[in-house]
């Protein structure tokens, strides 16, 4: 097996999933999938549906980028190297059925739930678990809800919240150097070969990430709240986390 650059031998063969953002490929090797990062958007659910132009190149070039920076720093990830500009070569994950969130900042839901005006500093970074279920809606769920539903062991929750708050210490600062706030997050993590792994993306679409110097929201909530120039802030937050424009 290749890793980081562009790996031989790696043929993609059938799809295994679609989902609202991207599509995952087999391939000849059964550890391994490819995937495919698209333009959909879909926010609340899928009640809203769009296209964001480029936003699949984007995708997969800041989620390389951001674990290529964390497995730097040892952070386990799935990540195996960019076959192209919407093609990311991966660990196939047995993955576990919890949406991580780390919150820096009070925005979104977080504000909802608490009355707590968005953008209130968080002294102490918070973590929250979701249940990874498209029919629920994705209710949050606690450590007591994991246990009954198996969902994963006490082992693995322990690493999955250490690990998240790993993942934050070390996005943020990388994340503030280029200008950018990283107010919060969704993480997935998952299981190979009898160890555990990050999965899925990091990206505009899975992270709030707002102007350092004018607090301007770089982010799918652009797309959410139909706040307008959705495609400009993915192009700005690839300038700043990878480097050239997409
Ligand atoms: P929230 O404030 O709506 O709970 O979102 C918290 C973070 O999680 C935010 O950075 C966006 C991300 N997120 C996803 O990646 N997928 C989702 O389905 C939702 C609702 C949020
Ligand atoms: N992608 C999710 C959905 O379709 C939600 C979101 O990111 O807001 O609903």
Redesign the pocket.
């Known amino acids: 097996m290749n890793t980081r650059g562009a790996p031989v031998n790696v043929e993609t063969r059938a799809k295994l999933y679609e989902g609202k953002a991207k599509i995952v490929y087999a391939t000849n090797d059964p550890r391994l999938i490819v995937q495919y990062f698209k333009d959909d958007a879909t926010a609340f659910?899928a009640l809203k549906r769009g296209t964001i132009v480029g936003k699949g190149v984007v995708n997969n070039r800041v989620s390389a980028a951001m674990f290529e920076r964390l497995e730097r720093a040892k952070v386990p990830t799935h990540y195996l190297g960019a076959l192209s500009d919407r093609e990311m070569l991966c660990r196939r994950l047995d993955i576990i059925k919890i949406?991580t969130?780390v919150?820096n900042v009070v925005?979104?839901?977080?504000a909802k739930r608490t009355g707590l005006d968005e953008g209130t500093p968080i002294r102490q970074p918070i973590v929250?678990l979701y249940y990874k279920s498209d029919p629920l809606g994705?209710p949050m769920i606690n450590d007591d809800h994991v246990r009954m539903m198996k969902l994963a062991t006490p082992a693995e929750l322990t690493w999955m919240r250490r690990m998240a708050l790993r993942i934050n210490r070390i996005l943020r600062p990388h994340m503030w150097k280029r200008g950018l706030i990283l107010?919060?997050?969704?993480l997935e993590f998952g299981r190979a070969g009898g160890r555990r792994y990050l999965g899925d993306e990091i990206s505009p679409?899975?992270?709030?990430l707002w102007d350092r110097q004018t607090g301007e929201k770089l982010?799918?909530d652009r797309f959410r709240r139909d706040l307008g120039g959705v495609e400009e802030a993915y192009q700005e937050v690839y300038r700043r986390l990878v480097g050239t424009s997409a």
């Open positions: 659910n949406e969130i919150r925005a979104g839901s977080l929250e994705d107010v919060d997050f969704k679409d899975t992270c709030r982010d799918k």
